[in-house]
């Protein structure tokens, strides 16, 4: 690309950038703009159906209107899909990004043992596909298969049911926060590394506890990267679906609709409605975004770590 | 534990000496084991369910070891004749392409984006990045809508291609390329006459190599573990990647339980090679680029 055009200099300096960049316009036009402008235009389309529907010809696809958003707005299955993911985010986030900053801190603190060890040992489930994850934790929580539910048994004592009602909650939540702590962990535990070792002694000579150090300095320090990981855990929330899709079978506890993209694909693929699953999508896409801007908004800009 | 873990830490005033010697660190020590044995407990019970036959994994004690793993394998290699290892292939060939193809859109877009000052950087910048933000499923349908127009739904360009624009490999690769290519060694390779691309080729690309190899990681391991693009786009099971295959296993399986064990001996088998690429490359693993802090 820019290897073909011959001096002037100054010209190919200024058009070398964007044959660059070529790959990347194309490759985005293709896979990101293109398909999301067309769920746009299908989201305002629909079969029109004259007489019973039968034979061809009596099948068209027409302009819909607002009709998609209305019915997909007005679907209560949308409204509790979003709550039960609201629900699992509100367990699953929490409590990630607290292991992490909890194993983050001990793995900054003096004199641990076997710190590489665990540091591995909790990155390792990062490796870990979600369809897998899931699976091996569906059999975890199975009281045919489970040591757990044995060990309970031996003692006389039954599990608590987690493939059914609110136990669901805890299953899934349980198997984000298995497969994100570590990664979480690393970010937080890397920007803990950065710190320079005299804000510490400045603070041991002043008296403060290791624990002060932790809470007052340790914590407000690595906040960038608390919040980038809190940014990055609320989009994976608002997008699960492959560990509900892979318990699934498992149980008789996730409808097909039970978090709002699966409700999206059961739409498209189950029930054939490309142009509501359509609508659907736009509307999580939307709030998406909202939400993403609002917060990246709300937290300021951030450098992205070249001199200007 | 933080309580306690802190508590036993806490410096005795006195010699700094003496204070360090006092200071054991078995709270934050076995906190942190703690946490690795949660995360192993799948990866250990996996380990032992792979080697029970179908009868021993709903009967005996589920951590102990049972006698079937040689059976398993062979059971599973001879499922539909050996389709669970077309399916490793397939994983082996989405992932390997994909990242590398994806490492290098991603290493001359970040290389541009961060050495060169042009109309429009920061506005494409931000229109990439806003790609991570959309939700996977509200993509994937229009794009297996369109890919089904060109006559490419379920092949393997149908998961291949969308697998190379990385938003997140681009924001690496940009970070690192800022932060590592000094622009000192760019302007004297022009002045020695060398065009754009050469500079790039010889000089900033393998001043980017350690950056790219995390790029390519990172998007190794998010193309073996997605689920739903492959889930969407193919139809015909001799295509499908190890996660799609699996879940396809386990779906019969709830109506054959005999099919567990082979899901639990793929299931073991499909982490193997990641996490042997986990371990081997862990000094490439440089999450400090998230945070935006490069050394150069």
């Not at chain 1, 998609?68 to 985010?89: C, H, I, M």
């Not at chain 1, 809190?230 to 699934?248: G, R, Y």
Request: include cysteine.
């Amino acid at each position: 690309m820019a290897t073909a055009a011959p001096p002037p200099r100054r010209r190919t300096f200024r058009l070398a950038p964007y044959g660059f960049l070529a790959p990347a316009i194309v490759l985005f036009s293709l896979m990101f703009a293109l398909p999301i402008g067309y769920a746009g235009y299908l989201s305002f389309r629909k079969i029109h159906i004259q007489g019973l529907g039968l034979g061809p010809g009596s099948r068209s696809e027409g302009w819909a209107g607002l009709s998609n958003y209305a019915s997909a707005l007005s679907d209560p299955e949308l409204l509790n899909g979003t709550a039960r993911v609201l629900v699992y985010g509100a367990m699953l986030v929490p409590v990630m990004l607290g292991l992490a900053l909890l194993f983050a801190l001990l793995l900054d603190a003096d004199k641990v043992r076997l710190r590489a060890f665990s540091r591995i040992a909790i990155f390792l489930p990062y490796a870990i596909p979600g369809v897998v994850a899931s699976l091996l934790w569906g059999f975890l929580y199975l009281p045919t298969t489970s040591p757990g539910y044995f060990l309970l048994g031996k003692l006389g004592m039954s599990g608590p049911q987690l493939l059914s009602g609110h136990g669901m909650y805890v299953a899934l939540a349980n198997i984000a926060v298995w497969g994100g702590t570590g990664f979480n962990m690393v970010v937080i535990y890397t920007s803990l590394r950065s710190i320079p070792a005299e804000v510490y002694e400045a603070a041991r000579l002043d008296g403060a506890s290791e624990l002060q150090i932790a809470l007052r300095i340790k914590i407000p320090m690595v906040l960038p990267s608390l919040v980038l990981t809190f940014f990055f855990s609320l989009i994976a929330t608002l997008q699960v679906f492959s560990e509900p899709t892979t318990l699934a079978p498992l149980t008789n506890g996730i409808s097909s609709t039970w978090s709002p993209l699966m409700k999206v694909y059961r739409d498209a693929f189950v029930r054939g409605d490309i142009y509501s699953a359509s609508a659907t999508s736009v509307v999580i896409a939307a709030v998406t975004l909202v939400i993403s801007f609002g917060f990246l908004k709300l937290v300021g800009s951030r450098a992205y770590g070249e001199q200007q | 534990m933080t309580q306690d873990a802190t508590r036993v830490s806490v410096p005795v005033s006195g010699s700094p000496l003496t204070s360090r010697l006092r200071r054991i660190g078995w709270a934050p020590t076995l906190g942190l084991l703690a946490g690795a044995v949660y995360c192993l407990i799948p990866v250990v019970w996996v380990l032992v369910a792979a080697t029970k036959s179908s009868a021993q994994l709903f009967t005996s004690f589920t951590l102990f070891p049972g006698t079937g793993l040689l059976s398993n394998l062979h059971d599973l290699s001879a499922y539909r004749n050996g389709e669970f290892w077309t399916w490793m292939l397939n994983s082996a060939f989405y992932a390997g392409v994909g990242a590398l193809l994806s490492a290098g859109v991603s290493g001359v877009t970040g290389y541009a984006l961060a050495k060169y000052r042009f109309a429009g950087r920061n506005a494409i910048f931000n229109t990439l990045l806003a790609g991570v933000l959309m939700p996977p499923v509200v993509l994937a349908i229009p794009q297996y809508l369109l890919m089904a127009k060109a006559g490419l739904a379920d092949t393997y360009w149908s998961v291949l291609i969308p697998s190379i624009l990385s938003p997140y490999g681009i924001y690496l690769a940009r970070i690192y390329a800022a932060g590592a290519i000094p622009d000192e060694l760019l302007e004297a390779s022009r002045i020695d006459g060398a065009s754009e691309w050469r500079t790039f080729r010889s000089v900033a690309l393998p001043m980017m190599m350690p950056g790219l190899v995390t790029v390519f990681l990172f998007q190794f391991v998010a193309i073996w573990n997605n689920f739903l693009l492959p889930f969407i786009m193919l139809g015909d099971d001799s295509k499908f990647p190890v996660t799609v295959g699996l879940f396809t296993l386990l779906k019969q399986g709830a109506a054959a339980p005999a099919l567990y064990t082979l899901v639990i001996t793929g299931s073991l088998i499909s982490v193997l090679p990641l996490i042997a690429l986990f371990l081997s490359l862990q000094r490439y693993w440089r999450l400090d680029l998230l945070s935006g802090a490069v050394k150069s």
